[in-house]
Structure formats: structure tokens, C-alpha cells
């Protein structure tokens, strides 16, 4: 092999290492975004109990026929 190539074969696998690494901490950093995100709409539903309002026969079984 000429060492033109090589070299330029050792070029394009590090230029690819760089740009995986660069695409993985782009994904991680998205999905810690929409952690975030889902954290806060989670913490933001109402903090009610529907159960005191309710008899407590209801919500005990389910009809699994229908």
C-alpha cells in the first residue's frame, strides 16, 4: 500500500470516531433535555385525591367481560 493511503485511511477512521463520539454526547445530552422535561410535567399534575370524593365500593374491580 502507498503511504498516502494509509495515512488517508487513518484520517477518515479518526474524522468517524470523532463524529460517533460527537453524535453519542448529542443523543445523551437530548435525552437528559427530555428527562428534564417529562420530570416536570410529571411534577406538575395536580397532587388531588379523588378517592375521598368517590364511594368506596368504586374503583375496586374491574369488569373484565365487556
Known amino acids: ?24 454526547a448529542v443523543l445523551k445530552k437530548a435525552m437528559d433535555i427530555d428527562a428534564a422535561g417529562s420530570l416536570a410535567l410529571i411534577e406538575a399534575i395536580p397532587d388531588t385525591q379523588p378517592a375521598q370524593y368517590l364511594p368506596a ?3 375496586k374491580n374491574i369488569n373484565t367481560t365487556a
Open 57 to 59: 365500593h368504586l374503583g
Open 1 to 24: 500500500m502507498d503511504v498516502a493511503a494509509i495515512a488517508s485511511l487513518a484520517t477518515m477512521m479518526s474524522e468517524n470516531s470523532t463524529r460517533e463520539a460527537v453524535s453519542m
